[in-house]
């Protein structure tokens, strides 16, 4: 009987999942109309648009926009499962943050090369294989930012020459991807792209 029961309620629970789907991607990635546009400010890193809009459902709204290059986040891991992290200077904490490797897709550039540069230039190593493994953003609500997280297999053994930006310095280790999964639960790494990085390679690539 119990087993009766169990079979009924997970069928009735994947039916509601189902729905429910169907339900919430309803206007997924549906585009908004933009009935007014103004830029208001633009600095060297973002600038902020404030925008009048008619969303899918009909709503009209006034938003303060965050406009930012795209970006990417690196886990790039070794054969032996050593995975390289960064610690380096970051202003909106106001302190230095353990986290991946991370930077800015330049014009004109792929994800895939800005990945393998960013690692050569703030790592000094070399990527042999770069791959895609999803996209996340980053507070959407007021900013269009997005980070597409990269896989990259590398030799330890080659390594060259870093190259830093003017006004950065990163301290780079190579670590036990076991060790970052603890210092996640631990709270010594939360950036969220570090975080996703690590969670999404664990629960579908590893």
Not at 22 to 49: M, S
Not at 68 to 97: C, H
Request: glycine share 6%.
């Amino acid at each position: 009987m119990n087993r009766l029961f169990t079979s009924a309620f997970l069928t009735d629970m994947k039916e509601k999942s189902s729905k429910g789907d169907n339900c919430l991607f309803k206007t997924w990635h549906h585009p908004g109309k933009i009935l007014d546009q103004k830029n208001i400010y633009t600095g060297r890193v973002f600038a902020v648009d404030q925008l009048h809009i008619q969303t899918p459902d009909g709503l009209k709204i006034e938003r303060d926009l965050i406009k930012t290059d795209p970006t990417i986040t690196i886990l790039a891991i070794s054969p032996a499962d050593q995975v390289v992290m960064s610690s380096e200077y970051r202003a909106g904490v106001n302190s230095d943050s353990v986290s991946l490797p991370a930077g800015i897709v330049n014009p004109g550039e792929t994800s895939e090369q800005a990945a393998a540069r960013e690692l050569r230039e703030e790592t000094g190593y070399v990527a042999q294989s770069v791959t895609k493994m999803t996209r996340i953003t980053s507070s959407e609500g007021f900013m269009d930012q997005f980070a597409d997280l990269m896989l990259i297999k590398f030799d330890p053994s080659e390594r060259v020459e870093r190259h830093f930006d003017q006004d950065e310095f990163v301290n780079s280790e190579l670590v036990p991807l076991q060790q970052i999964v603890d210092w996640i639960r631990e709270g010594k790494v939360n950036t969220a792209q570090a975080v996703s990085a690590i969670g999404y390679y664990t629960m579908f690539l590893k």
